[in-house]
């Protein structure tokens, strides 16, 4: 073995612990999102370990077979090029990136592990870790009866957050409820409609960083702010034609929240 070879068994038994699961110093600072995998690496897994690769600047990852036996060490490592779907990886495998910044361990079939750090989860998942989790306790429920062992995998890794449907289920310190206070601002004027963007963007993304989920009701509201964003442009110069201006938008805005909160109303009065 070469001392580059031997330098990456290292690198990868820091990933994986002797006891099969991604080592606890190695997760400080990650966050882990289950997901269904079939016998084999399949498309699904090879898009999210090659967007998470991409985030941050890995044009190749390490791999193995991790050694048999209670305290086995990893196996021998290879370097290759980040895996598309087909590549003949079976489980058990782990491959991570060079800098150790996100990895994805494949145990058995039916299910994989990705961890990393949030630059590569939020590539790896755009959802969001804890929409991801959400949907994989979904599959795990509806497979439970040809694999048992996808619940307690769920059970291991159940959302952070619960789901959000309505204004009075918001956390109040969380990016969701900095949206909100936003709409609040713009509709009644207290800020413009590009601050008001700004904003919400900004928000949104730590939104996603804090895995916070929305369903119903609420998640329906934002995806329609959401739509009416996407046709107003911040600079002027970059308005495309049909385009929202800043009265339109405000107009627009203002329109869905008054008809989002009566609605809202409505159901606390029942």
């Keep these: 073995m070469t001392n580059s070879e031997h330098d990456d068994a290292i690198d990868l038994q820091a990933v ?18 289950p997901v269904p995998a079939g016998a084999q690496l399949d498309a699904a897994l090879a898009r999210r370990l090659a967007a998470g690769c991409h985030a941050v600047g890995a044009s190749y990852v ?31 495998y782990i491959l991570c990136t060079p800098d150790l910044q ?46 048992p062992a996808l619940s307690v995998v769920a059970a291991a890794y159940e959302p952070a957050h619960r789901a959000w449907s309505h204004l009075d289920d918001v956390d109040p310190g969380s990016a969701v409820a900095r949206q909100l206070a936003l709409l609040d601002a713009f509709t009644s004027g207290g800020c413009g409609a590009p601050d008001f963007a700004q904003g919400w963007w900004e928000a949104r993304r730590a939104s996603q960083a804090s895995g916070e989920r929305l369903q119903g009701a609420l998640e329906a509201f934002f995806d329609q702010v959401f739509m009416l964003l996407e046709d107003y442009s911040i600079d ?27 609605q809202e109303t409505g159901r606390s009065g029942q």
């Design 16 to 33: 994986l612990g002797p006891d099969g699961a991604f080592a606890p110093l190695w997760l400080r600072d990650k966050s882990v999102a």
């Design 62 to 92: 390490l791999s193995a077979k991790p050694a048999d036996g209670p305290g086995a060490t990893t196996g021998s490592v290879s370097r290759q090029s980040t895996p598309a779907a087909g590549t003949d990886i079976h489980p058990p």
């Design 102 to 147: 996100g990895a994805a361990f494949f145990p058995q079939p039916g299910y994989a592990l990705i961890a990393g750090t949030t630059a590569f989860m939020a590539a790896a998942f755009g959802e969001g870790v804890d929409t991801a989790r959400a949907r994989f306790g979904r599959y795990a429920r509806t497979s439970s009866g040809r694999d």
């Design 236 to 262: 002027p110069e970059f308005a495309e034609p049909g385009d929202l201006d800043d009265a339109g938008l405000k107009a627009a805005v203002r329109a869905a929240w008054g008809a989002f909160r009566q």
